[in-house]
């Protein structure tokens, strides 16, 4: 068995286990009514694309969230959150750095023995959910579980559907597709972003993600008899008819949209499997972006390709 698929099969006792937890990081996890910025980078960028729209839209409070390379120093933060599986990746630590001692700064990580405990001023440590593969699944999904849970939107429901998103079949057919595309509406854009990403590195699919209502902008065009169209959370009126109308196929996500991004990440194992890939080593990536300081001598690796 690979490391991925050990690891995205335990993501049902992950969920439980952050939820479980979640009172004991109160402090360290956005207060309600504060102006709060998500940050991270691939995969963790999505997860804070997904946790900042679930926050504002349940009144917590104005949430933003930014690439860490991309976070806008003009503006003003009560509290800056990096999600960062590894600890080390040079964007986040920057990033952190930067805002050291003039905003409040938290970090949800798999790994404490790095130097995010130095950079972040409150810390959150999902160990159990840290991974061998490059490509991440359940660390990803367990801290967006613990969000959830934060925010009072996780269910034993959730985890149930995470326990069926893993023994039901995938689509018959859905293997064999050249394209796939991930659509979602408000939090689950980010979901739908991620499950494209985890295509693209394990199996290098063609991918692409929108929201729903832009797919019909432009993108619907290169949709053919090849394509897989998948949905999470509910579709626009009309859109399953318009996409069978062009000979894709339509998935339509049944399950809690987090749930779905689990049926995604085996999709992408599966397909890696049809193609003789090996999703544990995805080309030109590592665990974590540790860029070259200026002045490094020359020869030395630059290890500037990762999955945070």
Same mark, same amino acid.
């Given at each position: 068995m690979s490391h991925i698929?050990?690891?995205?099969?335990?993501?049902?006792?992950?969920?439980t286990r952050a939820a479980q937890s979640v009172n004991l990081h109160a402090?360290?996890?956005?207060?309600?009514?504060?102006?709060?910025?998500?940050?991270?980078?691939?995969? &963790?960028?999505?997860?804070?694309?997904?946790?900042?729209?679930?926050?504002?839209?349940?009144?917590?409070?104005?949430t933003d969230a930014f690439a860490a390379s991309?976070?806008?120093?003009?503006r003003s933060y009560d509290r800056v959150l990096a999600l960062t599986r590894s600890g080390t990746?040079?964007?986040?630590?920057?990033?952190? #750095?930067?805002?050291? #001692? +003039?905003?409040?700064?938290?970090a949800i990580t798999a790994d404490p023995d790095t130097p995010v405990p130095e950079a972040?001023?409150?810390?959150?440590?999902? @160990?159990?959910?840290?991974?061998? &593969?490059?490509?991440?699944?359940?660390?990803?999904?367990?801290?967006?579980t613990l969000l959830r849970a934060h925010l009072g939107l996780h269910t034993d429901a959730v985890t149930a559907d995470a326990r069926t998103a893993l023994s039901a079949p995938l689509p018959p057919g859905l293997v064999d597709r050249t394209q796939f595309t991930f659509l979602g509406s408000g939090w689950t854009v980010g979901l739908a972003n991620e499950a494209g990403l985890k295509l693209r590195e394990a199996s290098l699919s063609w991918t692409e993600a929108y929201p729903a209502m832009e797919y019909r902008? #432009?993108?619907?065009?290169?949709?053919?008899? &090849?394509?897989?169209?998948?949905m999470f959370g509910p579709a626009p009126a009309g859109l399953a008819e318009q996409v069978a109308a062009t000979g894709g196929l339509w998935v339509e996500g049944t399950l809690d949209p987090l749930?779905?991004?689990?049926?995604?990440?085996?999709?992408?194992v599966a397909v890696?499997?049809?193609?003789?890939?090996? *999703? @544990?080593?995805?080309?030109?990536?590592?665990? +974590?972006?540790?860029?070259?300081?200026?002045?490094? *001598?020359?020869?030395? *690796?630059?290890?500037? +390709?990762?999955e945070e």
């Open positions: 698929t050990e690891e995205l099969d335990s993501q049902p006792a992950c969920w402090e360290a996890l956005p207060a309600p009514g504060e102006r709060v910025a998500i940050v991270g980078c691939g995969t &963790s960028y999505f997860m804070a694309q997904a946790a900042a729209v679930l926050r504002e839209s349940s009144g917590q409070g104005e991309e976070f806008p120093r003009g990746t040079t964007e986040v630590l920057d990033l952190l #750095g930067q805002l050291k #001692g +003039s905003t409040r700064t938290a972040a001023d409150d810390l959150v440590v999902l @160990d159990f959910a840290d991974e061998r &593969s490059v490509v991440q699944t359940r660390f990803a999904t367990t801290a967006l902008h #432009g993108p619907i065009a290169v949709t053919t008899g &090849s394509t897989a169209t998948w749930a779905e991004l689990v049926r995604a990440q085996r999709l992408a890696a499997a049809a193609r003789g890939l090996d *999703p @544990d080593r995805p080309r030109h990536l590592t665990r +974590s972006v540790i860029l070259t300081p200026p002045g490094t *001598p020359p020869g030395t *690796p630059p290890g500037m +390709s990762g």
